[in-house]
Each structure stands twice: as structure tokens, then as C-alpha cells.
């Protein structure tokens, strides 16, 4: 009986600990989610001083944050590297909280997918000169990407 009495109670202490160690897994995810949200909260207040239309996400993922900014493709986000440092000490200085990555998406105007949709690029209402002169680029039928080795670069690298 004695040892019965022994293994019930180490049975019901590691249930106890089990329910114990998920409340305070799902507290963590809660308020890693509740964080995420301020992040991107703080990431559109940022970008809504300098008057840039964005859009923002955050993902908690194993203890960090990634931030998910997607903008139209203007000219004052071309070192974007510059913002997301500055926008990493925002968050950090706003919040407390510190923002592991910014991955940054520019999507095309809408009939822009392919080279042959921008051969003909129809002026948009807001219409940013970088965005133009990208498009016109990859307009042209001589422009074309390729890989060349180490030898042939330094090649024309020289011949400049």
C-alpha cells in the first residue's frame, strides 16, 4: 500500500509540473504574440512620420523578432540597410525590445510582372523617377543577367 500511496503521488507531481511547465509555455507565446504586435505597431508609426505608406509584420520566432516591411519601391529605400538599422534602434528605444531581422519586399506595379509587361510602362499616378528608370532597364532587350567567372570580371574590370 505504501509504495501504491508513493507512485500515485509521483504520478500526480510530474502531472502537476507538466501543467505547470505548458501554462508558462503559452504565457511566453502570449506575450512573445502581444510584443510582435507592438513591434509592428511602432515599425508603422516610424515609417507614417515620413509619410511612406507600409506595411508591417512581426514574427516572434524562437525568441527573436523578424520584422516583414513591404513598401512600394521608392528611391529613399534603396540603402535600405541604413533604415533598418535605424529603424532596429526605434523599436529598441520605443519599446525595449530588439528586433533580430528586417526583410524587405517591393512589389511591382500591378502588369509589371515580366519584362515584356513593362515594355510599355504606363505613368502612375504617384510616379517615382527610380521605379521608372528600373523598369525602363529591364525593358531593354539588351539587358540580360548571366554569371562570368573571376578571370572575366577582373578582365573588365581593368578595361574601365
Same mark, same amino acid.
Given at each position: 500500500?505504501?509504495?501504491?500511496?508513493? /507512485?500515485?503521488?509521483?504520478?500526480?507531481?510530474?502531472? &502537476? @509540473? =507538466?501543467?505547470?511547465? +505548458?501554462?508558462?509555455?503559452?504565457?511566453?507565446? %502570449?506575450?512573445?504574440?502581444?510584443?510582435?504586435?507592438?513591434?509592428? /505597431?511602432?515599425?508603422?508609426?516610424?515609417?507614417?512620420? &515620413? @509619410? =511612406?505608406?507600409?506595411? +508591417?509584420?512581426?514574427?516572434?520566432?524562437?525568441? %527573436?523578432?523578424?520584422?516583414?516591411?513591404?513598401?512600394?519601391?521608392?528611391?529613399?529605400?534603396?540603402?535600405?540597410?541604413?533604415?533598418?538599422? =535605424?529603424?532596429?534602434?526605434?523599436?529598441?528605444k520605443a519599446l525595449g525590445? %530588439?528586433?533580430?531581422?528586417?526583410?524587405?519586399?517591393?512589389?511591382?506595379?500591378?502588369?509589371?510582372?515580366?519584362?515584356?509587361?513593362?515594355?510599355?510602362?504606363?505613368?502612375?499616378?504617384?510616379e517615382d523617377e527610380y521605379?521608372?528608370?528600373?523598369?525602363?532597364?529591364?525593358?531593354?532587350?539588351?539587358?540580360?543577367?548571366?554569371?562570368?567567372?573571376?578571370?572575366?570580371f577582373e578582365k573588365a574590370?581593368?578595361?574601365?
Amino acid at each position: 500500500m505504501n509504495s501504491a500511496a508513493l /507512485l500515485i503521488g509521483l504520478v500526480l507531481l510530474l502531472a &502537476s @509540473g =507538466a501543467g505547470a511547465y +505548458a501554462h508558462v509555455k503559452q504565457g511566453r507565446q %502570449r506575450k512573445a504574440a502581444a510584443d510582435a504586435g507592438r513591434i509592428a /505597431l511602432a515599425v508603422k508609426d516610424y515609417f507614417a512620420k &515620413s @509619410g =511612406a505608406e507600409i506595411s +508591417a509584420r512581426c514574427h516572434p520566432v524562437e525568441g %527573436r523578432f523578424l520584422v516583414l516591411v513591404e513598401s512600394e519601391p521608392l528611391k529613399r529605400f534603396r540603402y535600405s540597410h541604413i533604415v533598418e538599422a =535605424a529603424l532596429i534602434g526605434h523599436v529598441d528605444k520605443a519599446l525595449g525590445l %530588439r528586433v533580430d531581422r528586417v526583410f524587405w519586399r517591393f512589389p511591382l506595379p500591378v502588369g509589371a510582372a515580366s519584362p515584356q509587361d513593362t515594355a510599355d510602362p504606363k505613368p502612375a499616378v504617384r510616379e517615382d523617377e527610380y521605379v521608372v528608370q528600373g523598369l525602363r532597364q529591364a525593358a531593354n532587350p539588351d539587358y540580360h543577367v548571366a554569371e562570368d567567372s573571376w578571370d572575366q570580371f577582373e578582365k573588365a574590370r581593368q578595361e574601365k
